[in-house]
């Protein structure tokens, strides 16, 4: 079983930053890519910024040049940098992780979500 866990969400002021984290462990043979997604109140749960294990990134438009999302694959750890957030940007934030498990069977796994709250 592959756990996730979700650190750094908050209340800031528009304008200002803030810095998630989520760890994977447990039974993990690879990670192929590690990823963002967000879901606001009433609204569908979107994809914010992946990486994958090559390093390659992907953002949403909405977050692009703002947001920067970074790994340390030594830790299966990914990290989301956010500045210079907006009150758009609220919602409760979640980290995916694909890969193998140690029985190379494939895993999706998701965490427990961070909340994250602009104010105007």
């Known amino acids: 079983q592959v756990r996730l866990v979700e650190s750094g969400g908050g209340l800031v002021q528009a304008g200002g930053s803030l810095r998630l984290s989520c760890a994977a462990s447990?039974?993990?043979?690879?990670?192929?890519?590690m990823g963002w997604f967000r879901q606001a109140p009433g609204k569908q749960r979107e994809l914010v910024a992946t990486?994958?294990?090559?390093?390659?990134?992907n953002y949403a438009d909405s977050v692009k040049g703002r947001f920067t999302i970074s790994r340390d694959a030594a830790k299966n750890t990914v990290y989301l940098q956010m500045n210079s957030l907006k009150p758009e940007d609220t919602a409760v934030y979640y980290c995916?992780?694909?890969?193998?498990?140690?029985?190379?069977?494939?895993?999706?796994?998701w965490g427990q979500g961070t909340q994250v709250t602009v104010s105007s």
């Open positions: 990486i994958t294990s090559g390093g390659s990134t």
């Open positions: 447990g039974s993990i043979f690879s990670i192929n890519a």
């Open positions: 995916n992780v694909v890969g193998y498990n140690s029985g190379r069977d494939y895993f999706s796994s």
